[in-house]
C-alpha cells in the first residue's frame, strides 16, 4: 500500500465515520431555486382566472393549451403556437404517452405499433434512466448506440435506423444531455433529420430538458430540429418535449409538446379522448409569472448562480483527488444537472457501493445504460443541484476516495 | 295539422327567429358554480408549499399523491388513505390510463391486453359518450347491455361476463347515472361483486363521478363497491374514480383513482414510470380550501341551490310541452348533471336536427350508445347545468316544440 493510498483510505475511513447522509441520485432543484419563483405562488390571486382573451380557465376546453400559454411556448421554442402543445406538470408524461399512443393507436396513418413483430428504439449511451425506464416497462427493444462529445455516433445510428424496419423511435436530449453534458453539433442534428429510416413511422424523441439550463455565461442554443426535419423532406419526425420544471416549480411546472402540425393534430386526437383539458390556472400564472423569454432568460441567470459554484465545488474536489489518475475522467458540462464519472473498467459499482457506506447516496452503476446494465461498469451519474455547496465537498470526496479505495482493492486482488 | 300542431309549429318558428344560441352539450359548470371556489385562488399564496408533514410540496415526488390529499381522498371516498391515489385534473385521464396500463402492461400478473385476440367492455346504454371513446379509440369492442332505473340489467351482464373471456371491463356510473340518472340498488352492486367472470383479470370501471352531486335534499349514498367485492371474494375487481371538477374547477380539480391495495400497487409501478409526481401544490390548495367531508358537503348544498332551479325550470317546460305526448318521456335525476329525454322510436336524430337550427345544440343524438348509435332513435341527452335559468326555459321549449314538429312531419310522411 503506497502512502498515498494509505492516506487516502484513512480519510475514507475518517468520512464514513462521519455518518453523511447526502443524497446525489436525482436531478431535484434546490429549494433555493425554487424559491426563485416565490411570485408564481403569492401572484396567483392576482393572476386570477380569466385569460387575456376571456377565457374562464377555471372550465373545461382548450385540449392543446390555454392560447397565450401556446404563444409562450411558441417564442421559447422557436415555433410557431400552432406546433406547441402545453399540457400538464411533466414532460415525462408527454414522452410516456406519446409512445403509449403510438402503441395503442399508430402514428397519423401509421399501424399501432402495438401490431408490429417488435419495436426498438435507439438509445444513445450513457443516456437518462427514466427514458429507458419507458421503453423498458411498455415492452420496447433498447439498442444502446455510444453517445460522443457532439452527440450519438451518427455512422452507427445511420447503419441501424436505415436497415431496421423495427427501429420506431430514438431518445435524444440535443443540449447539456442527460448525463453527459454533450452538445449535438449542426452536423449531428442535421444527419439525424435527413438519414432514411426503414421504418416510415421512424420518431426522434427529442427531450429538450435543458434549453434554458446554461452553466456558463455562454448561452448555447438547442438546435432548430423541427426546421432540420422539414428541410429533409422529413416533416413529422421530430417530437420535440421540454417543461419549466427546472424553470419554475419542479412538481408545478408547464410541460410542453411540440411537432410538425399533422403530429399536433394527431396528439389532439389522441389526447382529446383522454381529458377534457389542461390545468389551464396553471398556465395563467405561468404566463403572468414567465411572461417572455427575456423574463425566463432572467430567471435561469438567478439558477445559474445558484447552481454554478456547485458543478464548481464538485469539479475542484474531483480534481484535487483524481486528477492524477489514470483512465479516470469526468465531464464538466456547460449545462444541465449531472456529471458523469468514467472509472476504468470494472470499478463503478463497487464505487457506489462503498460511497453509499459512506453515506452518499448516487444512482445505481448502470442506471444510464438500457436495462441498467453498463457493460464496462464504469459510469457514475453524479446530481450535484440539490445538495449544498458544502455537502457537495464531502460528497465529492467520499465519491473520491470510495473510487481510490476501489482501485486499491483490484490493486490488491491481483496482486 | 291539429290547431294545437299549428300553434306550436308556429311557436318553434317564432322561437327560431330570436336566434338563441344555447349549448346543452355538455355537463359543465356555470360560473356561478365555480364563483363558489373562488377561496381557492385568492388563498393559494396562504396555502404556501410546505406540507402539514413538511413536504415540499413544489418539488418532484410523491408519486400516489400528497400524504394530507390521500386522506382526505379517503374520507370522502369512505376508504383507507393507502387505497386512495390523488392525480391530475381530470378523472377522465385516469380512467383511461388505466386501460392503457392494461392494455399495454397487464393489470397485475395478466397478461397485457393487447395480446388478446380481442378486449370487449359492457356498456350500459344509455351511457356516458367519453367512456365509449376511450374503448373505440383504442380498440376495445363495446357490448351495449341496457340501463334500468337500478342499475344495469344484472341477469343479462352476469350471462355474458361469465361466458367470455374478451370481456375484461364494464363501464358503471353507480349514482346519478350520465345520463339517466340511474341508481344502482344495492343488490346490482351485490350481483356485479360476485358475479362469476370468465376473464380472471376482469374489472368494474366504476366512474362515481356524481358522488357528492345531489340535486334533492336526499343525499344517496354511493354503494361501497370496494368493500362488497372483498366481501365476495374478488377483491381486486373494482376501479374507483372520481374528481373534485365538479365540486371546485372543473379544469383544476383533483382526480382520485381508489381500489385494492394490490391494484394500488400496480398503479405504482405503471405511474412511476410515466411521471415523477402530481402537481401537489394543487393538491395542498385543495386540501386546506376543501378541509373534509363535511365542509364538501356544504360546498355541495351551494352547488346544489344553483342547480336544483335549472333542473326544475327545465322539468317544468318539458312537462308543459310534452307532458300529455303518447310515448315521450324523460328522467327526474336525484342528482348528477344530465336529464335523459326518450322520444318515440325514430324521432332523436331529427329533434336534435331541428333543435340546433333553433339555436339550440345538444350532444348529438345517439352519443350516449358506443359507437355513436342508439338502435331505436329515441334518446337525447339535455344538459342544463351551463346556462342561465332562462335560457333554460327557452331551450326546453326549442326542444319540445322540436320534437312535437318532428313528430307532425312523421304523422305526415305516413299520410
Given at each position: 500500500m503506497s502512502d498515498k493510498t494509505r492516506t487516502m483510505t484513512t480519510t475514507y475511513e475518517a468520512l464514513k465515520a462521519r455518518r453523511l447522509a447526502i443524497d446525489m441520485t436525482r436531478g431535484k432543484p434546490a429549494a433555493d431555486q425554487l424559491d426563485l419563483s416565490q411570485a408564481l405562488i403569492d401572484d396567483a390571486a392576482a393572476a386570477g382566472y380569466l385569460s387575456r382573451d376571456g377565457i374562464d380557465c377555471r372550465n373545461y376546453g382548450h385540449g392543446l393549451g390555454l392560447p397565450e400559454?401556446?404563444?409562450?411556448?411558441?417564442?421559447?421554442?422557436?415555433?410557431?403556437?400552432?406546433?406547441?402543445?402545453?399540457a400538464g406538470n411533466s414532460s415525462l408524461e408527454l414522452m410516456h404517452d406519446a409512445i403509449a399512443f403510438a402503441m395503442l393507436r399508430g402514428i397519423n396513418s401509421g399501424e399501432p405499433w402495438r401490431l408490429a413483430d417488435e419495436v426498438a428504439f435507439l438509445c444513445p449511451v450513457p443516456g437518462y434512466d427514466r427514458h429507458f425506464a419507458i421503453c423498458e416497462a411498455l415492452g420496447i427493444?433498447?439498442?444502446?448506440?455510444p453517445m460522443n462529445d457532439d452527440g450519438p455516433d451518427m455512422a452507427r445510428v445511420e447503419a441501424l435506423v436505415a436497415a431496421d424496419p423495427a427501429i420506431k423511435g430514438m431518445w435524444c436530449v440535443p443540449l447539456y444531455s442527460n448525463p453527459t453534458g454533450a452538445i449535438y453539433s449542426p452536423e449531428v442534428v442535421r444527419r439525424l433529420a435527413r438519414m432514411?429510416?426503414?421504418?416510415?413511422?421512424?420518431?426522434?424523441?427529442?427531450?429538450?430538458?435543458y434549453r434554458f439550463h446554461h452553466l456558463t455565461e455562454e448561452r448555447y442554443a438547442s438546435p432548430d430540429i423541427i426546421g432540420?426535419?422539414?428541410?429533409?423532406?422529413?416533416?413529422?419526425?421530430?417530437?420535440?418535449?421540454?417543461?419549466?420544471?427546472?424553470?419554475?416549480?419542479a412538481g408545478a411546472g408547464l410541460a410542453l409538446f411540440a411537432s410538425s402540425p399533422r403530429n399536433v393534430d394527431w396528439w389532439q386526437r389522441c389526447v382529446s379522448v383522454?381529458?377534457?383539458?389542461?390545468?389551464?390556472?396553471?398556465?395563467?400564472?405561468?404566463?403572468?409569472?414567465?411572461r417572455d423569454r427575456a423574463t425566463l432568460a432572467g430567471l435561469m441567470d438567478r439558477h445559474r448562480a445558484i447552481l454554478q459554484p456547485k458543478?464548481?465545488?464538485?469539479?475542484?474536489?474531483?480534481?484535487?483527488?483524481?486528477?492524477?489518475v489514470?483512465?479516470?475522467?469526468?465531464?464538466?458540462?456547460?449545462?444541465?444537472?449531472?456529471?458523469?464519472?468514467?472509472?476504468?473498467?470494472?470499478y463503478a459499482k463497487r464505487t457506489v457501493e462503498l460511497a453509499a457506506q459512506a453515506g452518499v447516496v448516487l444512482t445505481p452503476a448502470g442506471a444510464a445504460f438500457p436495462y441498467g446494465d453498463d457493460p464496462r461498469d464504469r459510469h457514475l451519474r453524479i446530481a450535484p443541484s440539490c445538495p449544498s455547496?458544502?455537502?457537495?465537498?464531502?460528497?465529492?470526496q467520499v465519491i473520491g476516495l470510495s473510487l481510490l479505495r476501489a482501485l486499491d482493492e483490484g490493486v490488491r486482488r491481483r496482486a
Open positions: 400559454a401556446r404563444e409562450l411556448g411558441g417564442q421559447l421554442l422557436g415555433l410557431d403556437p400552432s406546433q406547441v402543445v402545453v427493444r433498447m439498442i444502446a448506440v432514411p429510416a426503414a421504418a416510415s413511422d421512424f420518431r426522434l424523441f427529442w427531450d429538450d430538458a432540420e426535419c422539414v428541410r429533409a423532406g422529413h416533416p413529422d419526425r421530430a417530437l420535440m418535449f421540454a417543461s419549466t420544471s427546472k424553470v419554475t416549480l383522454r381529458t377534457i383539458g389542461p390545468d389551464k390556472m396553471n398556465q395563467l400564472r405561468h404566463v403572468r409569472y414567465l458543478f464548481a465545488a464538485l469539479e475542484a474536489s474531483l480534481q484535487a483527488l483524481l486528477g492524477e489514470a483512465d479516470v475522467s469526468w465531464t464538466k458540462p456547460k449545462g444541465g444537472y449531472f456529471v458523469s464519472l468514467f472509472t476504468p473498467d470494472g455547496p458544502a455537502q457537495i465537498e464531502q460528497a465529492a
